[in-house]
């Protein structure tokens, strides 16, 4: 069964600084990857996706992933954070097995020092 | 165009109760699917609904059950509550089936608190 891991229950950065955040899946053939992110009251929006081809995707907000094969990574990059960036965000890959339904990571809150 | 909206937006209800959740898609779209997120977790698929057919379902038992109507909005009910009910539900809408290719707008969710 397909699987999505995020290592970081938490992470704090401080406002300026550079972002990763981990994301690991377990699947068989190549997945279909995306990065969402949760604010407080608000609904999940979709930071950027990975289908095919290059490797590295651009988002909104500035973000960008990788897809690494060899890793089974697709971790969320962004040069500068803004304290408007703190929320949690989420992994989650297609479920192809599944009637192509999302299995979601558990998340990674982002914490912004001023 | 407005986006997915859900009703209510809290719930208390006690175990053994009966809810309804309500979920309006987003203007074109005829797929909503549902999702629970238990608090500190990431969503957990519940059930699909495409052109008013269940198009696919999680693990979550018989009592967790849906609607969708011509107009494409949605219920979620759920019978018999249990305490591990307690969670945010997600509605999301899309133009197609499934999770992939189709992308999925949520709605700012309900949640439920079982007493």
């Known amino acids: 069964a397909q699987s999505v891991t995020q290592p970081d229950i938490h992470i704090t950065v401080s406002e300026g600084a550079s972002l990763e955040l981990r994301c690991n899946y377990s699947?068989?053939?190549?997945?279909?990857l995306f990065w969402y992110v949760q604010s407080p009251g608000q609904g999940l929006q979709l930071l950027l996706k990975y289908f095919s081809g290059d490797t590295l995707v651009q988002g909104i907000k500035g973000f960008e992933a990788e897809f690494k094969r060899s890793q089974s990574s697709f971790n969320l990059r962004k040069p500068s954070v803004h304290w408007s960036d703190a929320a949690e965000y989420f992994c989650a890959v297609v479920a192809l097995d599944s009637n192509y339904q999302l299995i979601w990571g558990a998340g990674t809150k982002l914490i912004i020092k001023p | 165009e407005t986006g997915v909206t859900q009703s209510p937006t809290h719930l208390i209800k006690t175990r053994g109760q009966q809810v309804t959740l309500r979920c309006s898609s987003q203007s074109g779209h005829n797929t909503v699917s549902w999702y629970q997120q238990a608090l500190g977790q990431g969503p957990q698929f519940i059930f699909q609904y495409y052109r008013e057919e269940e198009n696919g379902r999680g693990n979550f038992p018989p009592r967790f059950s849906g609607l969708q109507f011509p107009n494409y909005s949605s219920e979620l009910n759920v019978n018999a509550l249990e305490l591990d009910d307690s969670a945010l539900y997600l509605c999301?809408?899309?133009?197609?089936?499934?999770?992939?290719?189709?992308?999925?707008?949520f709605g700012p969710g309900t949640r439920l608190t079982v007493l």
């Open positions: 999301a809408s899309s133009l197609g089936a499934g999770g992939g290719e189709n992308e999925q707008f």
């Open positions: 699947y068989g053939a190549t997945p279909y």
